[in-house]
């Protein structure tokens, strides 16, 4: 099995395999507004949405993988798994940082919605306490797929995040590169998630079932985080029609990501022939995060 984690473009340089490790970031949000999109107050609503999801989700990525990491005698697909262990360890905890010193500075408590993700990550989708470990096993693969299945959107999130509109709408720069840093490391390490699935248990049925779990799952979980965002807005509710209203004007202005663009992500996840290395470029984002100001402030 291949762990070179490179994406092939006939026009993109191709880094070669690449060596995943965390980064340590510094950033400032005391100046940042809860609508850090001038004149789209849905479109960052919806963005910063993710800071309440992905501490948890990233915590359960990593203590799967911890869970999974002895198991794996394949040394180089283990050293790809510590280097995506160490960059989503650095995810939640910079995520985390942000639900406090960004959402809450600007009024919006997130304490009730992190404790239905911690009830989520940590008990509906935690280790199986079952006697017998054939049943563990199982348990164990079967959120490895969910979690490949999890991370294909994150690729497709990251590659949209290194290609949207933010700065030509004036963004704020510390949350445009919170993103764009987090997003280019998804989609450095976006094959990693894939081969491990697939040397645990390859099977295009895990692969689909997976999938058909989480997408819906996702959807839920984001229309709900947005909604939570909205209706606590220290600026006003943001009713449901606006929200719909704020979300296409967002997507027609490439700040949001096209429904289109999500459906069609979805079907290439079932194509039999699918790769993760289709999703994105490893140049681009190895690029980003050369000069990301976070990564280059915690540096100096």
């Known amino acids: 099995m291949s762990h070179a984690y490179a994406h092939h473009e006939p026009d993109d340089f191709d880094p070669g395999p690449v060596e995943l490790h965390a980064r340590n970031v510094e950033f400032d949000w005391k100046d940042t507004p809860l609508h850090w999109i001038p004149g789209h107050p849905v479109s960052p609503n919806v963005i910063s ?33 510590r280097g995506f262990i160490g ?29 239905q993700m911690e009830w989520v990550f940590r008990k509906v989708l935690g280790p199986s306490n079952h006697p017998d470990a054939q049943v563990r096993h199982k348990h164990l693969v079967e959120r490895l797929w969910l979690i490949a299945a999890v991370e294909h959107y994150t690729a497709v999130l990251g590659d949209f995040a290194l290609n949207n509109t933010w700065s030509q709408y004036r963004a704020d720069p510390a949350m445009t590169d919170l993103f764009r840093w987090h997003g280019a490391e998804e989609v450095e390490h976006r094959e990693v998630a894939h081969d491990v699935a697939t040397h ?9 079932r997976a999938m058909l779990a989480v997408l819906p799952a996702l959807l839920f979980v984001l229309h709900r985080g947005t909604r939570f965002i909205a209706l606590g807005d ?67």
């Open 49 to 81: 949405m993710l800071n309440l999801l992905l501490p948890e989700g990233e915590r359960w990525f990593v203590q799967t993988y911890n869970e999974a990491l002895p198991l794996v005698k394949d040394e180089e697909l283990a050293t790809a798994m």
């Open 200 to 208: 645990f248990g390859d099977s295009y049925l895990k692969r689909g």
């Open 87 to 115: 960059q989503e360890a650095m995810h939640a905890e910079t995520h985390d940082r942000v639900l406090w010193e960004f959402l809450k500075s600007n009024g919006l408590d997130p304490s009730p919605f992190q404790r």
């Open 234 to 300: 220290p600026a006003g509710k943001i009713g449901y029609f606006k929200l719909w209203v704020g979300y296409f004007k967002g997507a027609r202005a490439g700040l949001l990501p096209t429904q289109r663009s999500i459906i069609g992500a979805t079907f290439t996840y079932f194509k039999p022939s699918f790769r993760p290395s289709q999703v994105g470029s490893t140049s681009q984002a190895v690029a980003y995060l050369a000069s990301s100001p976070a990564a280059r402030a915690a540096h100096k």
